[in-house]
């Protein structure tokens, strides 16, 4: 009976001495109840955000195997920030999907389906969930295209309803060669959103152009700030979200936002342009204070931007229609690539925690906890 079943559970604990423990101990299961299944997780990415809460402040050149345990020093002062996590072991792995193995009475008609689902403890070799925080994958479907339905696709669409419900009409988008970025590409595409795409490489401009992107900027060329200006001339475009969010590329885009509105002011003003400009910063790409050089007039905002507080505010009937187009776009739009499928045991080896940690285009590991 899942009742008395046990699994394991990756935990990642950080201690007052100022040691990050990861560890994987035997959780027992409880019993699905009515509206609950209970899934063999068989594929979860390990995603920007779960490394946050995964490696936390870790001082990552100390990484080291302790016995079955991962190990790394924590320096004092980064602990108060943390404060609120520290003697608590932290379950990890935001998204994932896998084989229903036992259901609640009402739901038995799903075992032996494949779910993908959200919701936190997803590097486990199962996970209880309620049905209204999976998604019911087609017969024929594979864990992995199940894994990554949640956090970057609702995330991609998020910014589409956030641009359209707040008045703008493009988008600016960086680090846009990521998993999340060339989704955004091909929901722009498909819903004749113009979209202005910054990454930092030539062979991130040649993979978004494969994918039919029109505007594509490689911040490391010399003239960047200057073909950003012409880009948002010819989308207008007035949101930008930032996933990088250190450092000066914010700023950057709100200068290059203004420098266009200022072509089309009638006479000088010293306060700047009316074109209101709103910059989002979504993720920590680089974990550096936000620089920003304010030679933009005041008509502008900047804020964060999270998945979870935006789903509230959207309301569940957008939401429910983010979901279906997910579902039917699962296998195209919303598609994701790994670099490698590894066991959970894996994510406990040093060398694989430090390669998952630079979060390179493309190297993104998916976890198999039924491996
Ligand atoms: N706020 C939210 O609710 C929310 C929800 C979902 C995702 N996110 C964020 O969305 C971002 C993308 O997630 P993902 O899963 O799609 O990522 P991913 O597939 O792992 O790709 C990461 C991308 O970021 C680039 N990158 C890494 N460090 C960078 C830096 N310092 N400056 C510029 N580019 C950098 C990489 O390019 P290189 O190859 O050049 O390193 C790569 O293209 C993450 O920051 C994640 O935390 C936020």
Not at 16 to 27: F, H, M, Q, S, Y
Not at 95 to 119: N, S, Y
Not at 253 to 264: C, F, K, T
Not at 302 to 324: D, I, N, Q, S, Y
Request: aromatic residues 6%.
């Amino acid at each position: 009976m899942a009742a008395e079943r046990h699994g394991l559970e990756l935990h990642s604990l950080v201690t007052e001495e100022g040691t990050l423990r990861i560890t994987l101990d035997p959780v027992p299961l409880a019993e699905p109840g009515p509206g609950e299944l209970l899934v063999r997780v068989e594929a979860a990415p390990v995603n920007p955000s779960d490394l946050g809460l995964l490696f936390g402040p870790a001082d990552m050149a100390t990484l080291r195997r302790e016995g079955d345990a991962l190990i790394a020093d924590v320096p004092l002062d980064r602990l108060p920030a943390v404060a609120g996590r520290i003697g608590k072991p932290m379950a990890v792995g935001n998204e994932g999907a896998g084989t229903v193995v036992a259901a609640g009475p009402d739901l038995q008609h799903l075992i032996g389906r494949k779910v993908g689902m959200i919701g936190g403890s997803m590097y486990a070799q199962y996970r209880r969930v309620a049905l209204a925080d999976s998604l019911l994958l087609p017969e024929d479907a594979a864990a992995a295209e199940g894994a990554s339905l949640f956090v970057n696709p609702l995330t991609a669409l998020g910014f589409v309803e956030t641009m359209r419900a707040e008045g703008h009409s493009a988008i600016v988008h960086t680090a846009a060669a990521s998993n999340l970025g060339q989704m955004l590409v091909r929901i722009c595409k498909a819903d004749g959103v113009p979209l202005v795409n910054i990454v930092r490489s030539p062979a991130q401009v040649a993979l978004l152009r494969d994918l039919g992107a029109e505007h594509v900027l490689d911040s490391s060329s010399p003239d960047f700030d200057a073909q950003l200006v012409e880009a948002i001339a010819a989308t207008g475009a007035t949101i930008a979200f930032d996933a990088i969010g250190g450092g000066t590329q914010g700023g950057r885009i709100l200068a290059a936002m203004e420098a266009v509105a200022a072509r089309s002011l009638k006479s000088y003003s010293r306060y700047g342009s009316d074109s209101f400009k709103q910059l989002y910063i979504y993720g920590m790409l680089d974990v550096g204070p936000t620089v920003i050089d304010r030679h933009f007039g005041f008509a502008w905002s900047m804020g964060g931007w999270l998945l979870f507080p935006f789903l509230r505010k959207a309301g569940a009937e957008t939401v429910a229609r983010m979901r279906a187009r997910i579902l039917a776009e699962f296998r195209t739009t919303f598609a994701s690539t790994y670099t490698a499928t590894i066991g959970l045991a894996d994510l406990l080896d040093p060398e694989v925690a430090l390669a998952s940690q630079r979060k390179g285009t493309g190297e993104k590991y998916l976890v198999d906890p039924s491996r």
